[in-house]
């Protein structure tokens, strides 16, 4: 038998890095389509982990190993939206001037057997406190689009963080020591 196939449920150019890091390079790319709105008094952990098993199992194949994820930027019980405009980003960002926030980043591994497997990583992350000058100048690059709680950390916002306590790449998208033992777990080869 040949080896297995990796399916990357996901659309993220940063994620196609990330697993990149760990040797393994997907044979197919299969974002998946799906409602990713949060269930009504659905818990921040309870939502990545639900959003990366439902990508994966949307993208599901007989033929190989499916991996996608989730990131969710929370303050408190609140999951923050991905910015997908202007005022979103400012509102995120206003929020998280000068506190601590946690960043959950979910993934799941569905094998060739319908198998499902799990893992979370959890990040607390602190912005610096945000002048009125900082969020502008911040809004006018144009990295918050389309990014959880307005922000791209392997960006610009890097210099703005003061603290953070976890996994660097979970916050970026993919937790590789969470992804390595996943696939390692599952039986797909990696070194």
Do not use: N
């Amino acid at each position: 038998m040949g080896q297995p196939t990796l399916i990357l449920a996901s659309a993220s150019p940063r994620r196609r890095e990330l697993i990149a890091r760990l040797g393994v390079t997907p044979d197919a790319i299969a974002p998946a389509d799906i409602d990713e709105t949060p269930a009504r008094g659905e818990l921040p952990r309870d939502y990545a982990k639900r959003m990366a098993r439902e990508k994966a199992e949307a993208a599901a194949s007989p033929d190989g190993f499916v991996l996608a994820g989730d990131t969710v930027v929370a303050a408190g019980r609140r999951i923050l939206p991905k910015a997908e405009d202007e005022a979103t980003a400012r509102q995120c960002l206003e929020l998280l001037s000068g506190r601590r926030h946690r960043v959950l980043s979910a993934i799941a591994l569905r094998a060739p057997d319908g198998a499902v497997r799990e893992r979370l990583s959890e990040t607390i992350v602190q912005f610096k406190r945000l002048s009125a000058d900082e969020i502008d100048a911040y809004i006018a690059s144009g990295e918050w689009d389309g990014k959880a709680g307005g922000y791209a950390i392997q960006g610009i916002a890097e210099g703005l963080i003061s603290r953070i306590q976890g996994s660097h790449s979970g916050v970026v998208g993919l937790p590789l020591y969470e992804t390595r033992a996943l696939l390692k777990a599952a039986g797909f080869p990696i070194a």
